[in-house]
């Protein structure tokens, strides 16, 4: 089965590009990129993700794809350079030093950064890649693993207009939406914002479907009505049925949510913004990766609650 489902791509000039960083996210994203006409080479720091890339991706859109051994090395030559990897450090080994990306980029090129990263990271390496004459977006995506396959995903952006105008339309291969924030660090700030009305909104629903449950309710039932209303969203939407029946084996883990949390509270205690209830809501999921739930889906926040009934 392939990793991207069949979609149409708005037509735009073939670019050169790579992609480092191969993980659930970025294989598809990449590869709606060669679907769309684009050359594309990627790095990932596990060869074979690579390697198995390349095989799927045999001359999609018509060219010729490549695996590259450094971020230098997939980056040389590249109009734009896309990444989406783990972490701030993660990002630091492969844009900085003699093998990262950066050395690899000629002048005017672009960074466009996927991660989820802090707002700090972001400026550091706007700043690097200022002072080589290089251009980078901070650009994280929210939509997760189903939004990267169809190339759905909203992609927020901190950068200089020039830069991000130049790329939206080869980021569109893989994006519903490619906004502009603002300047850099904007993107991650505003990917802080998402985060923060997921861990409550998906707490609630849990609260409501646990309700329901120790009422004697038909919680499908109750979900298909109050769906009609104010309740509406799209974790209720999309998570309930698997909510109701304790399958959390897929989407965003837990690991992943308490990286993205501890960003933004970190950030919060910069700025003086006041979140209590996404500080509980983080030990809430500390509760769960005790429970040997690290990898399950951010909606098994209803598991801790099962757990104490």
Excluded at 76 to 97: E, K, P, S, Y
Excluded at 156 to 184: I, K, N, Q, W, Y
Aim: with cysteine; charged share 20%.
């Amino acid at each position: 089965m392939s990793s991207t489902p069949s979609r149409t791509y708005e037509p735009t000039p073939a670019r050169k590009v790579a992609f480092l960083g191969l993980g659930v996210m970025g294989y598809p994203m990449a590869g709606h990129l060669a679907r769309a006409g684009h050359q594309v080479t990627v790095y990932n720091r596990t060869a074979t993700k690579s390697i198995a890339w390349c095989a799927e991706y045999a001359g999609a859109g018509g060219k010729n794809h490549a695996q590259a051994a450094t971020p230098r090395e997939a980056a040389r030559g590249a109009d734009i350079v896309f990444c989406c990897v783990g972490n701030d450090d993660d990002l630091r080994a492969v844009t900085l030093g003699a093998d990262g990306a950066f050395a690899g980029m000629e002048p005017g090129a672009i960074f466009v950064d996927h991660t989820t990263a802090s707002a700090e990271v972001a400026r550091e390496l706007y700043r690097a890649a200022r002072t080589l004459g290089l251009q980078f977006v901070d650009a994280p995506v929210s939509g997760g693993q189903a939004g990267a396959q169809n190339g759905q995903l909203t992609v927020m952006c901190g950068a200089d207009l020039a830069p991000f105008e130049a790329v939206r339309p080869t980021a569109m291969a893989f994006s519903r939406a490619f906004t502009r924030m603002g300047d850099s660090g904007a993107g991650q700030l505003t990917k802080m914002v998402n985060q923060i009305c997921i861990g409550g909104l998906v707490q609630g629903l849990a609260e409501a479907l646990h309700f329901a449950q120790c009422a004697g309710l038909d919680g499908q039932a109750a979900m298909e009505v109050i769906s009609k209303g104010a309740a509406q969203s799209w974790q209720l939407e999309n998570r309930h049925q698997t909510m109701l029946a304790g399958k959390f084996d897929f989407g965003f883990a837990v690991d992943w949510m308490r990286k993205d949390l501890s960003i933004l509270l970190e950030e919060a205690r910069r700025n003086g913004a006041q979140l209590p209830v996404t500080a509980l809501v983080d030990q809430f999921y500390s509760d769960v990766q005790a429970m040997g739930g690290g990898r399950w889906d951010t909606s098994s926040l209803i598991a801790r609650l099962k757990q104490r009934s």
